[in-house]
Each structure stands twice: as structure tokens, then as C-alpha cells.
Nanobody
């Protein structure tokens, strides 16, 4: 069982930056693949970024590629999402998720555990 708690969301102007954090409970965090997803009002949850258990492999949605960086600190049981050059269309609730096995890094159904989400609002 893994419990995930996101933090770091907030209100930021377009062009600004935020770093989201996701703290995980449990002693086996380093065995989990981790992902970030987001959901805007009236829209489906969509993939943002993914990182392998070792941090050696990362994947990004085209919409955030080049503006975002996912990283993890297994000693601190924490995964991060650094977001730069934020746009109003980045406004959403951001969720982190954990998976023991992933058949598709892009699919929410691949992930076993989810946090409660943190709101990111980008003003124009």
C-alpha cells in the first residue's frame, strides 16, 4: 500500500514556474514507477509525465515537453514535477500516481495508487 500526498500547487501568472511535490509513504517507494496526471474542469484526466523506478527513464506529454521536468528522490520518498513557462491551458488539478507494473505510461488505468491532487491555476 502506498499513500501519496501532493503539494506545491497555487496561482501563478503565465510564464511563471511551479514545482510540485508528491510525498509517498511506505518503504518500497523506489520500486514504484511514478506519474503525474492532470484534470481540467469538464475534461478527462490526462498524462503529463512519468519516471521509472530508478529515474533513468522519463516520458512527457507533448503539451509540456521542453517546459517540464520530472525527477525523484528515493531517499526522501518524493517525486517532483518542475513546470516552467506556464500557460493558462496548464490550469488543472495535478495528481501523482504510483504503479508497480506499467503497460502504458500514458494510461491512468496503469497506475495503482493516486494522491488527492493539488490545484494549479495559471492566470493570463
Amino acid at each position: 500500500q502506498v499513500q501519496l500526498v501532493e503539494s506545491g500547487g497555487g496561482l501563478v501568472q503565465a510564464g511563471g514556474s511551479l514545482r510540485l511535490s508528491c510525498a509517498a509513504s511506505g518503504r518500497t517507494f523506489s520500486r514504484y514507477f511514478m506519474g503525474w496526471f492532470r484534470q481540467a474542469p469538464g475534461k478527462e484526466r490526462e498524462f503529463v509525465a512519468h519516471i521509472s523506478w530508478s529515474g533513468g527513464s522519463t516520458y512527457y506529454a507533448d503539451s509540456v515537453k521542453g517546459r517540464s521536468a520530472i525527477s525523484r528522490d528515493n531517499a526522501r520518498n518524493t517525486v517532483y514535477l518542475q513546470m516552467n513557462s506556464l500557460k493558462p491551458e496548464d490550469t488543472a488539478v495535478y495528481y501523482c500516481a504510483a504503479a508497480q507494473n506499467v503497460y502504458s505510461v500514458y494510461s491512468p488505468s496503469s497506475y495503482d495508487y493516486w494522491g488527492q491532487g493539488t490545484q494549479v491555476t495559471v492566470s493570463s
